[in-house]
């Protein structure tokens, strides 16, 4: 009798057991769910400013780009917002309203790393993307007095468009604002058929990285005028005309690749400017708006639509991931739980996790809140320190 009393009390204890467990699940489930609604709205992106973002070859004349825009800007009483992303820039023509080099200091950063001058940028780029957040809201305060925000790059161009903090920043832009890119060109150094060729290579592959609309601008027309670029790029049989007297290698591909490239150049928007003269600024900033509308049509409903997949899979990972779970604790009876750390010295582990949870039922799980607690102050005092040094 003792027997039947027993083990009824305790089937009852495990029946409520599993309704408590299927309850807190489907919370979980729910709570999931309604988090990552609120992630998908894109309420927050805004039509106003532009993002421009300068790219382009070492020397090809962003910086001095950059400020002969600055200049228009100001003269046609247009509201731009400028940001200087190279850390390793000695003096800039124009003063940035936000500055990399307030934020990280890039020969500290060399010496504390222990690196060569790119190791040097590139770690100061990575360190000042953790920070692009409150970036991204200094410039959302702003956005209804602001036209346009104009960014520009670290001189070597690999350094922002093909590493990861180059991709968060101008994924952090592009998911807020407009953003679009002008890729500069130096025209007098182009003027050779393999060059021309590898630019407009370069030029494509950031279209493809970044998939965001791109504006060539042809620098430096003072020097050289960019016509017979575009002749190149009309017209490829004028281009072959042109490598035909180069029998090299990198000649005959150039040909077949022109061919490949003619579809690029169709969607591609180019503009002669001189940083030095001013020639070609109103042209830019058509091309500009064009572009930006451009965004608003194909780039943001592509972005959203990425998004939106990709939050998919995410609800789907998390539904699968939260099945398991629930087989996983009812297998288990809410007797034991295994913790799968996949760590080597999992035994070990799991004994330091069983010593913390006894430490926890000893009632000291107070003691080691207060810790955590502290140590977040700690966190947020630091970052409030750097989120000061920014000079907006
Ligand atoms: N003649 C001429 N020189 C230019 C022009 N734009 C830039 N430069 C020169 O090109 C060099 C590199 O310019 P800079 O802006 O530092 O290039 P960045 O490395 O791309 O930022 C400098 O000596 C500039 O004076 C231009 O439109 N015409
Ligand atoms: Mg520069």
Redesign the pocket.
Known sequence: MQMDSKDSSNIQAKDKEKKDLNESMNKLHIEGASSEQAGTSTTNFKRKPVIIIVV?M????????LHRLVCHTQASNIRGYVMNLDPAVMTLPFSANIDIRDTVKYKEVMKQFNLGPNGGILTSLNLFATKFDEVISVIERRADQLDYVLVDTP?QIEIFTWSASGAIITEAFASTFPTVIAY?VDTPRSSSPVTFMSNMLYACSILYKTRLPVVLAF??T??AKHQFALEWMEDFEAFQAAVSSDESYTSTLSQSLCLVLDEFYKNLRTVGV???TGAGMEEFFKAIDAIAEEYMENYKADLDKRRAEKQCLEEERRKENMDKLRKDMEKSRGETVVLNTGLKDKKDHNKTVMDEEDKEIEGEDDDDYEEFTEEEDVIDEDEDEEVARFSF
Request: no cysteine.
């Open positions: 382009g070492a020397g090809s004349g962003k910086t001095t780009f001189g500069v620098n430096k003072d020097v001189s940083a030095v």
